[in-house]
């Protein structure tokens, strides 16, 4: 009895998989994706620049240009409650994962920094083509938590549910970094767990692909004024690929990994 | 709480300094240093309020010394009662209490850590919250350490407790585990199978949020307090904002009220729901994992649909919540609602009656009753063993107290029983949602704030889903905080999560981790 009672409830709906990279399943209308700020609207008054919690909001009184760091924002609407003309607003659009953190900045970042555009940009390329040529379309993937404050660890988890179930292109959480293709990172590196994201990061064998997930992954987010945390783990690791969020929702971040692995032109 | 400060006074005429009332519900009792053990005792004991907190704070700036705050919980009035002690910049040490109060050895270690007060008599100092890489003589918290500044790393061997015998061996798991979640040093001995002593080394992504706070704006930590613990965002910003909105003395809408219950009940639902599907994928249940991963999906379209953000994040605000996010959603909302009632109904059902999984939960990870008293278990754990605790019942906040629920009940304190007890609330909480949107009022959602005046403090104290969380504001200058203390339930349950592993199999540690689910991130700050 107990046996048909389980049959009758796994047949009992239809596929309850969203199918993303289609979105025509998914109530994108609901998301808040990333805030915009249209320059004509705005009149360069600095309350939100002042007032942002993460200090994303980037106001240059020289130049009078104004945009956000989206690696460093941590999607709180604060800029759209505060303005005044309606000039900051929040978008549905949540798949904006890049292969290079400038190009998520309004800022750039100085060159020493540890993000070098054109090294990276080959390096990735290189490795998705290597990975292609060993592992045909399957991906292994290793979390590490480096110090997030568990809600991108939990969104991770969801790409396993049946609604997003990632393993339907082939990608599969592993338990050991030495069977992983790819790190996902998240967390802002602290200091207590740098040794262990080292260890972790030369555990994994070649080639690999590293994805910092999250704001405090890619910069630091809120956090990267702690005096344990950092800012962001590519001051540690090389970086493949930032996902911005806080958290990114589950199609982000699948969003990501399918970029990094060129299944998604953009 | 007068009545308690007069009896106190009578009993101690000559080691209480002071007495303040705060608000309804917080009595603060300036006592001496030296009788403090004396003091702590009989609170606990003979009057049968547990410490719930304990911190210390760096009032040099006021009165050129260092207070250090001892909180006991009154259930019974609804109170909060906090001995508070001064010491001295010469002195720099505490009586410990915790050979008396088992619950405060943690505390004592972290304010040791953090502020360099050591604990006179505390049988195990080790180092808590840095792991042999951080310098002595800096103390973070302390109001002379600047935030910005990183410390260089030291590297100093780290020291466990070690269990000698014939047999006897070592299995040391993590920092980073084998599963999606967050960093944790165990150390289990072992003789043969099962477990002798497990030393869980955590505070391995401690951040340093406490210190951030400090001379940041009171919006601005708002933030922060949404992202202490992810999937308690909405819970720890709430603890926030009631204890901010207590020290501005702001009277929040009714309406409001009523939308944060529902959120919190929200915020509940979707974690014990990950939780059951935790379990059940630790016992190899595939079917009841997916189920009820299926079921937090859902839940979390419903917060998608309230709000857009998945952890209710960017939904609280001081005075209010951020905009009216049920209004017109009622019907749906009530619909998905009995959809994932009818599925757990029939999942739970199936469950139960499935032998293998009671086979593996029952007996499994018992935290016995008298352990659970003596550290303070909270939260479903602490239902489980027999504590029929619940801040939502015992001090209750916004509109809790016009809605009609129950605590569940159980005694054993095993596996089954959290599971149980977890089941039950997922219960209540769908039920709690469905009257809280059926009997709010129409209304405004947000009263303005003012500035806050400096040097006031007030606690906020809320139910998460983890169980009793605490947060204790102290304002600064200029709308900022001068010191915020965070206490989450997984600091009080990671405890008694390595007692309540004793005896058991090594392979039954993930499914008793599973059913306490603690935060890491929680308790590390």
Redesign the interface.
């Known amino acids: 009895m107990?046996i048909l009672?389980?049959v009758r409830?796994?047949i009992q709906y239809p596929r309850?998989t969203q199918n993303y990279p289609d979105k025509s399943r998914l109530?994108v209308d609901?998301?808040?994706g990333k805030p915009v700020i249209d320059i004509s609207k705005c009149t360069r008054c600095g309350e939100c620049a002042s007032?942002c919690?993460?200090r994303a909001i980037v106001l240059n009184r020289e130049s009078n240009d104004i945009g956000i760091n989206y690696d460093e924002c941590?999607?709180?609407?604060?800029c759209e409650?505060v303005c005044q003309t309606r000039a900051a607003k929040m978008t549905n659009d949540f798949e904006f994962a890049e292969k290079n953190r400038n190009r998520l900045r309004k800022s750039p970042l100085p060159e020493d920094s540890g993000v070098s555009e054109v090294s990276h940009e080959e390096l990735c390329n290189k490795l998705e083509r290597n990975i292609k040529k060993t592992l045909g379309r399957s991906l292994y993937i290793r979390?590490?938590?480096?110090?997030?404050?568990?809600?991108?660890?939990?969104?991770?988890?969801?790409m396993?549910?049946?609604?997003?179930d990632i393993e339907r292109f082939g990608i599969h959480?592993v338990?050991?970094?030495r069977h992983a293709d790819m790190l996902l990172v998240t967390?802002?590196a602290?200091?207590?767990?740098?040794n262990?994201l080292l260890k972790?990061f030369n555990a994994t064998p070649d080639p690999k692909v590293v994805v910092a997930v999250g704001a405090c992954a890619c910069s630091g987010?809120?956090?990267r004024?702690?005096?344990?945390?950092n800012s962001g783990i590519d001051s540690l690791v090389p970086v493949d690929l930032y996902i911005p969020g806080?958290?990114p929702?589950p199609q982000a971040i699948m969003y990501g990994i399918l970029k990094v692995l060129d299944r998604i032109k953009g | 709480m007068r009545a308690l400060n007069k009896k106190l006074v009578e009993l101690f005429p000559k080691d209480i300094y002071n007495s303040i009332f705060n608000g309804s519900n917080e009595l603060y009792l300036e006592v001496n240093s030296r009788e403090i053990l004396k003091i702590c005792t009989y609170v606990d004991t003979e009057l049968g309020c547990p410490l719930v907190s304990m911190f210390a704070n760096d009032e040099r700036q006021l009165h050129h010394k260092f207070a250090v705050y001892y909180v006991f919980a009154d259930k019974n009035r609804s109170g909060l009662l906090t001995l508070k002690t001064m010491v001295s910049e010469e002195e720099m040490t505490i009586q410990s209490i915790c050979n008396e109060i088992p619950a405060a050895a943690l505390y004592e270690r972290e304010i040791k850590d953090l502020f360099g007060i050591i604990p006179k008599g505390h049988p195990a100092l080790k180092e808590l919250i840095f792991h042999g890489n951080w310098p002595e003589g800096k103390y973070p918290l302390r109001k002379d350490f600047d935030t910005r500044k990183k410390v260089h790393m030291i590297n100093k061997k780290k020291e466990f407790v070690e269990v000698k015998g014939e047999g006897v061996y070592e299995i040391p798991v993590g920092p980073v585990h084998a599963g999606i979640i967050e960093p944790g040093h165990f150390r289990f001995s072992v003789a043969g199978e099962p477990i002798l002593h497990l030393e869980a080394q955590l505070h391995y992504v401690h951040k340093g949020i406490e210190k951030m706070c400090e001379g940041e704006s009171i919006e601005k930590c708002l933030y922060i307090s949404e992202r202490i613990s992810g999937d308690e965002s909405f819970t720890n910003s709430l603890a926030y904002c009631q204890a901010v909105e207590k020290i501005v003395g702001v009277n929040v809408p009714t309406r409001a009220k009523y939308i944060r219950v529902v959120f919190a009940e929200l915020e509940r639902l979707t974690s014990h729901l990950g939780d059951l599907g935790g379990i059940c994928l630790d016992v190899a249940y595939g079917f009841g994992a997916f189920q009820f991963r299926a079921m937090r999906a859902w839940a979390y379209l419903i917060a998608d649909e309230l709000c857009g953000m998945r952890f209710l994040r960017s939904v609280n605000r001081l005075g209010g919540v951020r905009k009216d996010f049920i209004v017109g959603k009622e019907k749906s909302l009530i619909e998905q609602l009995n959809k994932i009632r009818t599925e757990l109904k029939d999942t739970a059902g199936i469950l139960k009656a499935h032998s293998l999984f009671i086979d593996r939960v029952e007996n499994t990870g018992v935290l016995s009753a008298g352990i659970a008293a003596d550290l303070n278990a909270v939260g479903p754990p602490g239902r489980a063993s027999g504590r029929h605790y619940d801040v939502r019942k015992s001090y209750p906040y916004e509109a809790y107290t016009d809605l009609d629920f129950d605590i569940s009940e159980h005694n054993n304190g095993d596996v089954n029983c959290r599971v149980n007890v977890k089941i039950e609330e997922c219960f209540e909480s769908i039920d709690l949602i469905i009257n809280a949107i059926e009997a709010m009022p129409e209304g405004k959602v947000r009263e303005k704030t003012d500035s806050v005046e400096p040097h006031r403090f007030a606690f906020g104290i809320t139910e998460a889903p983890r169980g009793e969380n605490i947060h204790w504001v102290m304002t600064g200058e200029d709308n900022t905080v001068f010191r915020y203390k965070i206490r989450t339930p997984s600091f009080c349950n990671w405890p008694a999560l390595c007692h309540a592993v004793k005896g058991n199999i090594v392979p039954d540690f993930p499914l008793i981790n599973k059913s306490f689910n603690l935060s890491y991130a929680g308790n590390d700050l």
């Open positions: 107990q009672k389980m409830k796994i309850l109530r609901r998301f808040v007032r919690p993460s941590i999607y709180c609407m604060l409650e979390e590490v938590d480096s110090g997030s404050c568990n809600g991108c660890d939990y969104e991770i988890n969801g396993n549910n049946p609604l997003n959480f338990a050991s970094p967390g802002t602290v200091r207590n767990m740098q262990a972790t987010g809120i956090f004024d702690c005096y344990a945390a806080c958290p929702r």
